[in-house]
């Protein structure tokens, strides 16, 4: 864990095992991302194991999976944000 400005952030990673596309496979993420993973599926109506193997069909050669999915799911919430409100952010 680390500390920044007198609080401490928690970044614990806890290793998630999944099997898709024929075969078993394991990804580091943080709760908060794992947790993010399954609301992404459950609003795309598609079980956690397809959503990973899109993720998976997506991602760039020699990238790590567990950074597509955090990636994938800091997209799914940042489109929840109304596009005059990221852009005014982004100017900051």
Sequence with gaps: MSRRKGRRANSIIIKH????????TSVSLEDAFWKG???????????????????????RR???LSS???MFVLDFYRQQIPVRKRRD???T
Excluded: C, W, Y
């Design 17 to 24: 095992s999944i099997f898709f596309a024929g075969h078993r």
């Design 37 to 59: 993973l399954k609301e992404s599926a459950g609003a795309r109506r598609m079980s956690l194991p397809q959503l990973v193997a899109s993720i998976d069909a997506k991602r």
């Design 62 to 64: 020699g990238s790590n």
């Design 68 to 70: 597509a999915i955090r």
């Design 89 to 91: 952010t982004a100017k």
